[in-house]
């Protein structure tokens, strides 16, 4: 099976009480990935989840997280550092890295983000689709980006080391958020609009802006973000256009596995991304370039963003 890195899935959320990692019978399971993977797990909570409650339930994720990640050693690399991504991949070991999606926990807990970090975060979003107290979210007031308190929260992401994650953040937020750092950012899952007019997926402006600052947009199998029929090929119609736009450097693979019901069609799991890959090699992407999309582009990425961090 191909190698990927893979920007975001929802399966900490999706399994509840229940195994995430290994052998639970997700679509993501590491079971059946690659031995040379690397996994970004969200934290994920729903905006009608209010603060409070949803820092309980990224407290609960994040101790599930290290438990099974504890009982995994020797089968999986848990990436607090970069040097821990370089050795998962040296050892082609899966690698396990955390995320966060949707920020308003963060309002009820001051201390959580510190904690989230000093856990390993390496990306976040501020938003869901809704908005909270730091910004709006995709479908939310068009009107309203950052607040105070995000623009706050924007730089202390920067001086921790964790990548700001567009995906979710309404346009005006975006190009606020962009205005603010010079720091790398990523759309962890989200496609090109002007081929799915869908509010989540980007902007040609933003995906520009995304890349020119050495960023990378992971695409992603939700079938409404797709359009069309839903298939392979649509998805690949994103691909290219990413590719004509800004170049192979910034396309990744964000496949929002157990955050969606309606994958693009003959997909269900992580075994099936070698689906993907084949289909591009029949339509004439060479192997370096079809290695570079599914792994290199993301781990480069974070060799960038984390190794300057970490310094």
């Not at 390496?122 to 623009?151: I, K, Q």
Request: with cysteine; hydrophobic share 40%.
């Amino acid at each position: 099976m191909i190698s990927y890195f893979d920007l975001h899935c929802d399966t900490l959320s999706a399994a509840g009480g229940e195994c995430a990692l290994w052998g639970g019978k997700f679509a993501v399971d590491l079971e059946r990935a690659p031995s040379l993977s690397a996994q970004s797990y969200a934290l994920y909570t729903e905006n009608a989840c209010i603060p409070a409650e949803g820092a309980r339930q990224v407290r609960e994720m994040l101790a599930r997280f290290e438990r099974e990640s504890e009982r995994l050693s020797g089968r999986a690399v848990r990436c607090r550092t970069f040097k821990d991504l370089a050795r998962a991949r040296e050892q082609k070991l899966p690698a396990l890295i955390l995320a966060l999606e949707n920020a308003r926990p963060l309002e009820a807990d001051p201390l959580l983000f510190d904690r989230l970090c000093d856990a390993g975060l390496w990306m976040m979003t501020l938003t869901h689709n809704g908005g909270n107290a730091f910004a709006e979210g995709t479908y939310g007031d068009r009107s309203r980006g950052l607040s105070t308190a995000g623009r706050m929260l924007v730089k202390l992401a920067g001086e921790r080391g964790v990548a700001l994650d567009l995906s979710h953040l309404n346009e005006r937020g975006a190009l606020e958020l962009l205005s603010l750092t010079e720091g790398p950012v990523l759309a962890s899952h989200a496609n090109c609009r002007v081929l799915c007019p869908d509010e989540r997926n980007l902007s040609d402006e933003v995906i520009g802006e995304i890349a020119a600052r050495g960023g990378i947009i992971g695409v992603t199998l939700h079938r409404p973000f797709v359009g069309l029929r839903g298939g392979i090929d649509d998805l690949l119609r994103h691909v290219e256009h990413l590719l004509e736009r800004v170049g192979e450097e910034a396309v990744a693979v964000g496949t929002d596995f157990d955050g969606t019901d309606t994958l693009i069609d003959g997909i269900e799991n992580n075994a099936d991304l070698e689906k993907i890959a084949d289909r591009m090699s029949l339509f004439g992407y060479n192997e370096r370039l079809i290695a570079n999309i599914f792994y290199k582009n993301a781990y480069s990425f974070f060799r960038r963003w984390r190794e300057k961090s970490e310094i």
